[in-house]
């Protein structure tokens, strides 16, 4: 089943209600002495992306709001005034690591996990290999953020069409849609709030770029261990919380700005070839890294019974601001980090000219059912996975619903 989203730039979340189907009672509980008597379910979540397997980004990507802003801007529960979810609010994701994982590793990658917007909008794109060789493009084109497409204002999105498909994103050349780069991504955050700094609740837009409106975003890795008496635990294992570059809150000295990072880790920036890797710390209290050792980290995790499967749970919460923070998650071996780069457009064409370079080895990265946030780049429709419906199904009730963006459909 395929929901259409055409709407550029447009914030969509998507809810999807399986009847019988629940997740970790506990989850909601901070952590390692937290509990609950309740039974652990184990269920399928919805996929990321398309391409969460290899990391590309290509039509969309995942976002929040900061709790500062009004509901009708696309996210209707991170708002501290949300009528559905008053007060703080958290999305969560589970990382499902197959019984047949070929690393004691899992690296846990984060995609601009800040909320600051580059100010450059002149800029050179590099068209993959097969357009280049099959579809008779440049090497290069030079394009402008907002005569070329996307917006010239920092404030908003500007992701640059490379050519590699035509205006209703069919691929110029035969091929699908995520065998070719449809986009250089410029900035993919969205300035967003109104009153006194960092935003008073209400619906606005700074009148120009205002880093003390960017979104604070706590990323926080986790997992469950069940105790001798049958109970659960939550069992804290690392956070990061995303920069917002306004000399306040803090400097944005971790350049993550259209980087995929692994905060804490040995490289925890990526390797660019002509730059060393950068640290990007985890926050303190951490117990370990991005990048976590199965073997150490979590040696009584529960493991799902039907497939041996463990999993990692990923909390994600906007802490304060009013902006909307675009980011995405892939984890998976971390063989490929002396290799593939960190930066998003020279990882996505590495990943499309050397397939199988970069692949998640059977890790899925899902949001936990029942609420995916998307933030769409593409402007014209495509079609995204929600859910594998299987014979265990039969009998069940499947429920899909969207919230959109009320402002700029109504504008």
């Known amino acids: 089943m395929k929901i259409k989203l055409a709407l550029p730039f447009v914030f969509a979340l998507l809810s999807m209600v399986v009847a019988g189907l629940y997740a970790f009672s506990g989850q909601g509980a901070k952590g390692d002495t937290a509990v609950t008597n309740d039974p652990v379910n184990f269920f399928q979540g919805i996929p990321v992306s398309r391409t969460s397997n290899s990391g590309l980004i290509n ?26 979810a008053p007060g703080p609010y958290t999305y969560q994701y589970q990382i499902r690591i197959p019984a047949d994982y070929p690393s ?3 690296r846990v990658e984060l995609f601009d996990p800040d909320s600051i917007n580059q100010t450059e909008n002149n800029h050179t794109i590099l068209r993959s290999d097969t357009a280049i060789n099959d579809g008779g493009l440049s090497v290069t084109v030079n394009k402008q953020c907002g005569s070329d497409g996307g917006s010239a204002d920092r404030k908003d999105v500007c992701a640059l069409p490379t050519d590699e498909v035509d205006g209703s994103g ?12 449809p986009y250089w991504l410029v900035r993919v955050d969205e300035n967003r709030g109104t009153g006194a700094a960092p935003g008073n609740g209400g619906c606005g837009t700074p009148g120009s770029y205002d880093s003390r409106y960017n979104t604070a975003t706590l990323y926080q890795l986790y997992y469950y261990r069940e105790n001798n008496d049958g109970s659960v635990s939550r069992v804290d294992l690392t956070s990061y919380t995303g920069q917002i570059g306004d000399g306040i809150r803090d400097t944005g000295d971790h350049n993550t700005d259209m980087r995929w990072v692994s905060p804490g ?44 499967e463990r999993i990692i749970f990923l909390d994600v919460t906007s802490l304060s601001g009013a902006s909307n923070n675009s980011f995405e998650i892939w984890a998976g071996p971390p063989d490929y980090v002396n290799t593939v780069p960190s930066e998003v457009n020279a990882r996505n064409l590495y990943i499309l000219n050397n397939p199988g370079s970069h692949s998640a080895k059977g890790v899925k990265v899902e949001a936990i059912i029942k609420n995916l946030q998307q933030h769409n780049l593409a402007g014209w429709a495509y079609g995204r996975p929600l859910l594998t419906v299987g014979p265990e199904y039969a009998g069940q009730s499947l429920f899909i619903s969207a919230y959109f963006d009320n402002v700029k459909l109504g504008s």
């Open 59 to 84: 039509t969309n990507n995942l976002s929040v709001f900061g709790p500062n802003i009004c509901v009708d801007y696309g996210d209707p529960f991170s708002p501290l005034n949300s009528p559905w």
């Open 170 to 181: 069919v691929p110029i050349i035969d091929l699908a849609l995520d065998e070719v780069n």
């Open 104 to 106: 004691n590793i899992l």
């Open 265 to 308: 880790t040995e490289i925890s920036f990526g390797w660019d070839f002509d730059q060393p890797g950068i640290d990007v710390p985890t926050d303190p209290g951490s117990a370990t890294s991005f990048e976590i050792d199965l073997t150490q980290d979590i040696p009584d995790s529960i493991t799902n019974p039907a497939n041996n």
